[in-house]
């Protein structure tokens, strides 16, 4: 699986992107999905992920303000992410697992598949 991350941007505090990220390979539908960022000289950190079949969970930094949603029919996964704070500033990253193990979803090991990842820039 080869994943393209995109829509990031430089965007005012309170304001909303939608980040997109566009999976290649079979059986996409088949995969787990997640949402990490890194900040400069901060680790990747969960931001939010959802299972192949529905489920999703969100870090508790952003619950309430973003929405992980997927279209397997495009092999696109989304991030909506609404009332944006400077502390969201990072670059953002896509990622795939096959597992289904949902306590697993928040850990960077989990995933062996990731995208390039995009720049989100909050002002003040």
């Known amino acids: 699986v080869q994943l393209q991350a995109s829509g990031g941007g430089l965007v005012q505090a309170g304001g909303s992107l939608r980040l997109s990220c566009a999976a290649s390979?079979?059986?996409?539908?088949?995969?787990?999905v997640g949402w990490f960022r890194q900040a400069p000289g901060k680790e990747r950190e969960f931001v939010a992920a959802r299972r192949s079949f529905g489920s999703t969970v969100y870090a508790d930094s952003v619950k309430g303000r973003h929405t992980i949603s997927r279209d397997n029919a495009k092999n696109t996964v989304y991030l909506q992410m609404n009332g944006l704070k400077p502390e969201d500033t990072a670059v953002y990253y896509c990622?795939?697992?096959?597992?289904?193990?949902?306590?697993?979803?928040?850990?960077?090991?989990?995933?062996?598949?990731w995208g390039q990842g995009t720049q989100v820039t909050v002002s003040s």
């Open positions: 990622a795939a697992t096959r597992t289904a193990i949902q306590s697993t979803l928040p850990t960077v090991s989990a995933y062996a598949y």
């Open positions: 390979g079979r059986a996409f539908s088949d995969y787990s």
